[in-house]
């Protein structure tokens, strides 16, 4: 996150002594990305990070395709997912190319018995049902219906639910996520125009300082594989750091809308972005003001991004039959709009109440196994008249 953070305790200058109360060391760790040139923090841990006992395992997580190249609009019924105990297992790929994965995902217990690291993608999880609290060696992060946790590569994490009702639909990114550059002067600070603003972005509180030794199970994801090492340590052992790379929380219901006298693009919704692709909420918000005006979007032709629409709650305006959950795919290469009526339907309405993630990729997406089990074969027709 491209401003300042600290939390616990740390010494007056980076790289210098730094004393347990027994005089010994505490160890130092520069967690950085991109090399030396991305978002870094720098982390004071009670024992050494580096301490693997074992490399028990790995299993393959690869998404299994089964439609590669795709120019088919779908619909998918993202709440048949099936609910599943383990967290990485309830993690269910839909989409995916070289760049992301966009996962369903209806977790029932927390992460008991393991720490995860995501050592090849950022994580956005959005959470449609479920609260909790997102535990991680950079500190922890309340979380509730409508927020987006964003986890940059390599934070080490556990998730605490406190029911066993939870949707989550998460994109994990082999690209960096970052908020909008548009929306942020020349410092980072976000500008006056910024649908949020930093009091709406929750940083790590709470830092979890374990001094235990033992056997603590790590599942490291790197290169589609998920790696069983058992740590000598405890993973959350950091008693502080200061510095721009660390996991935090944005609701959906803290985003300001952009409205206009006339249809605003989709891009006065973005919330993230990637060199790979974009993150956009669509809130409840009032319409456009003009007297003439058509509140319902016009038909558009993404020729070279492929559109993803997680449906959230209220009324979709522009679509007939979608549910919560539900999730639209408009491929690239074919117009898609309103659905017919949909338009007629929005002239004179006031505001809406629609609320709904879209993820515009840039490369086309794969369809995997699982997403043909919930899919609509049907719903490229649905705008036949
Ligand atoms: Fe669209």
């Given at each position: 996150?491209?401003?300042?953070?600290?939390?616990?305790?740390?010494?007056?200058?980076?790289?210098?002594?730094?004393?347990?109360?027994?005089?010994?060391?505490?160890?130092?760790?520069?967690?950085?990305?991109?090399?030396?040139?991305?978002?870094?923090?720098?982390?004071?841990?009670?024992?050494?990070?580096?301490?693997?006992?074992?490399?028990?395992?790995?299993?393959?997580?690869?998404?299994?395709?089964?439609?590669?190249?795709?120019?088919?609009?779908?619909?998918?019924?993202?709440?048949?997912?099936?609910?599943?105990?383990?967290?990485?297992?309830?993690?269910?790929?839909?989409?995916?190319?070289?760049?992301?994965?966009?996962?369903?995902?209806?977790?029932?217990?927390?992460?008991?018995?393991?720490?995860?690291?995501?050592?090849?993608?950022?994580?956005?999880?959005?959470?449609?049902?479920?609260?909790?609290?997102?535990?991680?060696?950079?500190?922890?992060?309340?979380?509730?219906?409508?927020?987006?946790?964003?986890?940059?590569?390599?934070?080490?994490?556990?998730?605490?639910?406190?029911?066993?009702?939870?949707?989550?639909?998460?994109?994990?990114?082999?690209?960096?996520?970052?908020?909008?550059?548009?929306?942020?002067?020349?410092?980072?600070?976000?500008?006056?125009?910024?649908?949020?603003?930093?009091?709406?972005?929750?940083?790590?509180?709470?830092?979890?300082?374990?001094?235990?030794?033992?056997?603590?199970?790590?599942?490291?994801?790197?290169?589609?594989?998920?790696?069983?090492?058992?740590?000598?340590?405890?993973?959350?052992?950091?008693?502080?750091?200061?510095?721009?790379n660390y996991?935090?929380?944005?609701s959906i219901?803290?985003?300001?809308?952009?409205?206009?006298?006339?249809?605003?693009?989709?891009?006065?919704?973005?919330?993230?972005?990637?060199?790979?692709?974009?993150?956009?909420?669509?809130?409840?918000?009032?319409?456009?003001?003009?007297?003439?005006?058509?509140?319902?979007?016009?038909?558009?032709?993404?020729?070279?991004?492929?559109?993803?629409?997680?449906?959230?709650?209220?009324?979709?305006?522009?679509?007939?039959?979608?549910?919560?959950?539900?999730?639209?795919?408009?491929?690239?290469?074919?117009?898609?709009?309103?659905?017919?009526?949909?338009?007629?339907?929005?002239?004179?309405?006031?505001?809406?109440?629609?609320?709904?993630?879209?993820?515009?990729?840039?490369?086309p997406l794969?369809?995997?196994?699982?997403?043909?089990?919930?899919?609509?074969?049907?719903?490229?027709?649905?705008?036949?008249?």
């Open positions: 996150m491209p401003f300042y953070h600290k939390l616990g305790k740390i010494p007056h200058k980076r790289h210098t002594i730094f004393k347990k109360p027994d005089g010994s060391l505490y160890y130092e760790q520069l967690f950085g990305t991109i090399g030396f040139d991305g978002m870094s923090s720098n982390l004071y841990h009670v024992y050494r990070p580096t301490q693997v006992k074992e490399i028990s395992s790995k299993i393959n997580v690869a998404p299994q395709i089964a439609t590669a190249n795709n120019i088919k609009s779908y619909r998918f019924h993202g709440f048949k997912v099936k609910p599943e105990n383990d967290y990485l297992k309830s993690r269910t790929p839909i989409l995916t190319n070289a760049d992301c994965t966009i996962e369903l995902a209806a977790p029932k217990k927390s992460t008991a018995n393991y720490f995860y690291k995501n050592a090849d993608a950022d994580e956005l999880i959005f959470i449609h049902k479920g609260t909790g609290k997102l535990r991680t060696h950079l500190g922890n992060l309340d979380f509730k219906y409508g927020d987006y946790l964003v986890i940059p590569r390599g934070i080490i994490y556990k998730i605490d639910f406190e029911t066993e009702d939870n949707r989550l639909f998460i994109v994990e990114s082999r690209r960096p996520i970052y908020t909008p550059k548009r929306y942020r002067n020349w410092f980072g600070q976000l500008l006056e125009h910024s649908p949020f603003c930093e009091r709406d972005i929750r940083r790590p509180y709470e830092l979890e300082t374990n001094d235990e030794k033992g056997d603590f199970l790590m599942k490291i994801k790197k290169q589609n594989e998920v790696f069983d090492m058992i740590y000598a340590t405890h993973p959350f052992d950091v008693v502080g750091y200061d510095g721009f996991p935090y929380a944005l219901h803290d985003f300001e809308p952009i409205t206009g006298r006339i249809h605003q693009p989709p891009p006065v919704h973005q919330t993230f972005e990637t060199d790979a692709f974009v993150v956009c909420s669509f809130v409840p918000r009032l319409y456009d003001y003009h007297p003439e005006s058509i509140p319902a979007p016009y038909n558009h032709s993404n020729i070279d991004s492929d559109e993803v629409l997680y449906y959230v709650d209220g009324d979709f305006m522009s679509r007939n039959d979608i549910e919560k959950g539900h999730i639209s795919l408009h491929p690239a290469g074919i117009p898609h709009g309103p659905h017919p009526g949909a338009a007629e339907r929005s002239i004179g309405k006031t505001k809406t109440e629609e609320l709904a993630v879209m993820v515009d990729t840039f490369k794969q369809l995997t196994k699982q997403a043909m089990e919930i899919a609509d074969e049907t719903y490229h027709k649905s705008w036949l008249e």
